[in-house]
């Protein structure tokens, strides 16, 4: 498991957030810095104990300090500094485990002398292994990759070294894993050693620039994400990031990143924002160039967050040139670049949008209704003033499944993959559109409280057969409509298990203002049948093969999640029930994809993904290597050329033309806004017209 720094899944674009914030503090050296130790200020000292008392008194699950806890803490906080166990020596860990136990009651009292110690340590560590690379890179010649040597990538339960000649060790074959990576990549020894050499000499410089407030930020989200994951402090920079994004007065590509070791991994795409329309980067894709326009590209390896970010932004219209290492990247020599404009997230590009499909079932014509809806979203500006055409999920879905109906559609397919939320006004409402009345979400406070969410109005705008289809990035919002359609009986839910995400977030400001502000976890979302979609996420009924790797997306993936949990059900009248149907309905599904090309094609995606998602040991080899990379390259255009010729296709040549091929597919999707009806919703329209053959009130509904 590799070090995650969690970040909230808002539905508001260019939402990023650091554990490192400002700049001030300037070291030159080793020495230097144990005459530079960084300590709290008076106002840190308040800010702590201030903290500790409001997630005590406002956070959901009312945990207060205690030894227990405190041991949590400390994990966390050296986890944090260095998940990699190349840092830190096995005497300082046994030196620090005297606190284990203790920082309950130092937090309590304002005490943060222990949390200064680990940290002032872990810079002179850190400063001492970034001084040994770049003298190893300054006297580089030649490095020799005959070897059988290999390099451990996942050093997350590694024990911790015991001495600076195994960490010299450590760093040798580390230095060496990258030089290789980058002649891997095509480049030459002077290129990679002018590389590298700015990499580290960025890193020290960023280190040396560490102020009292990293350290504080660091040690206290170390506290609060123990509580959960979307618990946060952050400190008055990015609290004025966070701000920004809020009230979007910055452009940007609109991706959530986060910091993931020296990396910085995207988390999600907004929708509709430049990136996703894009379609040419992915979640847990890993930026390590950035580059503005047709300017040089920067190496940001090591960087921090915020500083990235920073160069991700920009002017709109502009353009930003990525680099990046693709999450399903066999090793990370293979690199691509991508180049998007930047520009706001437009309402109307997150507009649902509808589409006919149609299908051969039975041997009969058929014709289905696609929705999709890429987030919930109201012009909460035009509704305050009063105009009557504004814009809304609600109202822009009962205009399109109205021009549906007029096409005599014997059902409509709702498609929420990639939704990642948004309002939750917006998420009853719809739901309404199904129903006639009755319970949608129930909302449980930090108090205990349970508030049931209701849509009070009897009409219905479709009383015909649906599914809705999901994934593992609907989250929030989505699910809350998926698992009111699933718990109502109203429609089938399709697809794969989505994100998991049945919490609520409240925004505090510290006083005075200056000293950040606090997110904390306040309440929870259950389902009307009182299940929780927190952690475990919406089961669908029929479930589909996917590549989204679940230890790395979704909630379950973070630390500290909470649980999912029952609470009472809501009185409400299911609309039908389609547990009878459900064996009929997943046999058919099978039979048809054992033989899809497509499907046939993602479970061998896959088995391909699983099988470089378990490999840690890398080979430091470079003919070992690029036979590895052969093979990668030869399986992956066999596995394209399989699915052409079973479509009819004529295959690809070679790997160049596949590459080629999809890069020309991209850039096409990229200037495309119409709905891409792909082997899923079309599948799914297959099912849903089994249901209507099989089920006698779905038949009627239908016809």
Same mark, same amino acid.
């Given at each position: /498991?590799?070090?995650?720094?969690?970040?909230?899944?808002?539905?508001?674009?260019? %939402?990023?957030?650091?554990?490192?914030?400002?700049?001030?503090?300037?070291? $030159?050296?080793?020495?230097?810095?144990?005459?530079?130790?960084?300590?709290?200020?008076?106002?840190?000292?308040?800010?702590?104990?201030?903290?500790?008392?409001?997630?005590?008194?406002?956070?959901?699950?009312? @945990?207060?300090?205690? !030894?227990?806890?405190?041991?949590?803490?400390?994990?966390?906080?050296?986890?944090?500094?260095?998940?990699?166990?190349?840092?830190?020596?096995?005497?300082?860990?046994?030196?620090?485990?005297?606190?284990?136990?203790?920082?309950?009651?130092?937090?309590? $009292?304002?005490?943060?002398?222990?949390?200064?110690?680990?940290?002032?340590?872990?810079?002179?560590?850190?400063?001492?292994?970034?001084?040994?690379?770049?003298?190893?890179?300054?006297? /580089?010649?030649?490095?020799?990759?005959? $070897?059988?040597?290999?390099?451990?990538?996942?050093?997350?339960?590694?024990?911790?070294?015991?001495?600076?000649?195994?960490?010299?060790?450590?760093? !040798?074959?580390?230095?060496?894993?990258?030089?290789?990576?980058?002649? *891997?990549?095509?480049?030459?020894?002077?290129?990679?050693?002018?590389?590298?050499?700015?990499?580290?000499?960025?890193?020290?410089?960023?280190?040396?620039?560490?102020?009292?407030?990293?350290?504080?930020?660091?040690?206290?989200?170390?506290?609060?994400?123990?509580? &959960?994951?979307?618990?946060?402090?952050?400190?008055?920079?990015?609290?004025?990031?966070?701000? %920004?994004?809020?009230? *979007?007065?910055?452009?940007?590509?609109?991706?959530?990143?986060?910091?993931?070791?020296?990396?910085?991994? %995207?988390?999600?795409?907004?929708?509709?924002?430049?990136?996703?329309?894009?379609?040419?980067?992915?979640?847990?894709?890993?930026?390590?160039?950035?580059?503005?326009?047709?300017?040089?590209?920067?190496?940001?390896?090591?960087?921090?967050?915020?500083?990235?970010?920073?160069?991700?932004?920009?002017?709109?219209?502009?353009?930003?040139?990525?680099?990046?290492?693709?999450?399903?990247?066999?090793?990370?020599?293979?690199?691509?670049?991508?180049? @998007?404009?930047?520009?706001?997230?437009?309402?109307?590009?997150?507009?649902?949008? $509808?589409?006919?499909?149609?299908?051969?079932?039975?041997?009969?014509?058929?014709?289905?209704?696609?929705? &999709? +809806?890429?987030?919930?979203?109201?012009?909460?500006?035009?509704?305050?003033?009063?105009?009557?055409?504004?814009?809304?999920?609600?109202?822009?879905?009962?205009?399109?499944?109205?021009?549906?109906?007029?096409?005599?559609?014997?059902?409509? @397919?709702?498609?929420?993959?990639?939704?990642?939320?948004?309002?939750?006004?917006?998420?009853?409402?719809?739901?309404?559109?199904? @129903?006639?009345?009755?319970?949608?979400?129930?909302?449980?406070?930090?108090?205990?409280?349970?508030?049931?969410?209701?849509?009070?109005?009897?009409?219905?705008?479709?009383?015909?057969? /649906?599914?809705?289809? %999901?994934?593992?990035?609907?989250?929030?919002?989505?699910?809350?409509?998926?698992?009111?359609?699933?718990?109502?009986?109203?429609?089938? +839910?399709?697809?794969?298990?989505?994100?998991?995400?049945?919490?609520?977030?409240?925004?505090?400001?510290?006083?005075?203002?200056?000293?950040?502000?606090?997110?904390?976890?306040?309440?929870?979302?259950?389902?009307?049948?009182?299940?929780?979609?927190?952690?475990?996420?919406?089961?669908?009924?029929? *479930?589909?093969?996917?590549?989204?790797?679940?230890?790395?997306?979704?909630?379950?993936?973070?630390?500290?999640?909470?649980?999912?949990?029952?609470?009472?059900?809501?009185?409400?009248?299911?609309?039908?029930?389609?547990?009878?149907?459900?064996?009929?309905?997943?046999?058919?599904?099978?039979?048809?994809?054992?033989?899809?090309?497509?499907?046939?094609?993602?479970?061998?995606?896959?088995?391909?993904?699983?099988?470089?998602?378990?490999?840690?040991?890398?080979?430091?080899?470079?003919?070992?290597?690029?036979?590895?990379?052969?093979?990668?390259?030869?399986?992956?255009?066999? /596995?394209?050329?399989?699915?052409?010729?079973?479509?009819?296709?004529?295959?690809?040549?070679?790997?160049?033309?596949?590459?080629?091929?999809?890069?020309?597919?991209? !850039?096409?999707?990229?200037?495309?806004?119409?709905?891409?009806?792909?082997?899923?919703?079309?599948?799914?329209?297959?099912?849903?017209? &089994?249901?209507?053959?099989?089920?006698?009130?779905?038949?009627?509904?239908?016809?």
């Amino acid at each position: /498991m590799i070090r995650r720094i969690p970040t909230a899944l808002l539905a508001i674009p260019f %939402i990023v957030l650091s554990l490192i914030a400002n700049q001030a503090h300037s070291i $030159s050296s080793t020495s230097d810095l144990t005459q530079n130790l960084l300590s709290p200020t008076r106002a840190q000292v308040k800010t702590s104990i201030s903290i500790v008392k409001r997630l005590e008194q406002t956070h959901y699950n009312h @945990i207060y300090l205690d !030894d227990a806890l405190s041991s949590q803490i400390y994990d966390r906080y050296i986890k944090d500094l260095d998940s990699s166990h190349s840092y830190f020596l096995q005497s300082d860990i046994k030196e620090f485990e005297v606190y284990r136990y203790e920082l309950d009651n130092a937090l309590k $009292s304002g005490n943060l002398a222990p949390a200064y110690h680990v940290f002032n340590r872990y810079q002179i560590r850190l400063i001492d292994r970034l001084t040994y690379v770049l003298q190893s890179l300054e006297s /580089m010649t030649k490095f020799d990759f005959s $070897s059988a040597e290999t390099y451990e990538t996942d050093r997350e339960d590694a024990p911790w070294l015991t001495s600076q000649a195994q960490l010299n060790s450590l760093w !040798d074959k580390r230095l060496k894993h990258m030089v290789l990576n980058q002649k *891997l990549s095509g480049n030459d020894n002077d290129k990679i050693k002018e590389t590298l050499i700015k990499r580290f000499k960025n890193q020290l410089n960023r280190v040396q620039q560490t102020a009292s407030q990293d350290a504080f930020q660091i040690y206290i989200n170390a506290l609060t994400q123990t509580y &959960d994951p979307h618990t946060q402090y952050f400190s008055p920079r990015v609290s004025e990031n966070f701000n %920004i994004n809020m009230s *979007l007065q910055l452009q940007g590509i609109g991706a959530v990143l986060q910091a993931e070791d020296e990396y910085t991994k %995207i988390v999600r795409l907004v929708t509709g924002g430049p990136a996703d329309k894009s379609n040419q980067l992915k979640p847990a894709d890993r930026i390590i160039g950035v580059a503005q326009g047709k300017g040089e590209m920067s190496d940001v390896v090591g960087w921090r967050l915020d500083d990235v970010v920073s160069r991700i932004r920009g002017k709109k219209g502009s353009v930003v040139r990525l680099k990046v290492i693709p999450a399903n990247a066999e090793d990370e020599s293979i690199t691509k670049i991508v180049s @998007i404009t930047r520009d706001t997230v437009k309402l109307e590009d997150r507009a649902a949008q $509808s589409t006919v499909l149609e299908i051969k079932h039975d041997g009969k014509a058929k014709k289905l209704g696609i929705i &999709d +809806i890429p987030t919930f979203y109201a012009d909460f500006q035009a509704m305050q003033n009063g105009d009557p055409n504004y814009k809304s999920t609600t109202r822009d879905v009962t205009r399109l499944i109205k021009e549906l109906e007029k096409q005599n559609v014997d059902g409509i @397919i709702i498609d929420l993959r990639n939704n990642g939320g948004g309002s939750l006004n917006e998420a009853n409402s719809l739901v309404g559109l199904f @129903i006639d009345a009755g319970p949608t979400v129930q909302v449980k406070h930090s108090s205990g409280h349970i508030e049931p969410w209701e849509d009070t109005d009897e009409r219905i705008i479709y009383g015909g057969p /649906m599914a809705v289809v %999901i994934n593992r990035l609907s989250a929030s919002a989505s699910e809350i409509f998926a698992g009111a359609i699933q718990d109502y009986g109203r429609g089938l +839910i399709i697809g794969g298990r989505s994100f998991g995400k049945g919490t609520v977030q409240s925004l505090q400001s510290l006083r005075p203002i200056e000293n950040g502000q606090l997110k904390v976890t306040s309440a929870k979302f259950y389902r009307i049948s009182g299940e929780s979609n927190q952690h475990k996420g919406i089961t669908p009924d029929i *479930l589909f093969p996917s590549t989204f790797n679940l230890d790395e997306i979704g909630e379950s993936a973070l630390a500290n999640a909470l649980p999912s949990d029952n609470i009472r059900p809501a009185r409400f009248k299911r609309w039908s029930s389609y547990d009878q149907y459900l064996n009929f309905l997943t046999a058919a599904h099978n039979e048809r994809i054992a033989t899809n090309p497509d499907f046939v094609f993602t479970n061998e995606q896959i088995s391909s993904l699983n099988e470089i998602r378990r490999k840690t040991v890398v080979s430091l080899n470079e003919t070992t290597r690029i036979k590895e990379q052969d093979k990668a390259k030869a399986r992956g255009l066999a /596995m394209e050329n399989k699915k052409r010729v079973a479509k009819g296709k004529k295959p690809y040549k070679d790997f160049k033309a596949f590459t080629t091929a999809v890069e020309e597919v991209e !850039d096409e999707n990229q200037h495309s806004k119409k709905i891409s009806i792909d082997y899923i919703l079309t599948e799914a329209g297959y099912i849903l017209e &089994d249901l209507i053959s099989v089920s006698p009130k779905t038949h009627v509904a239908a016809h």
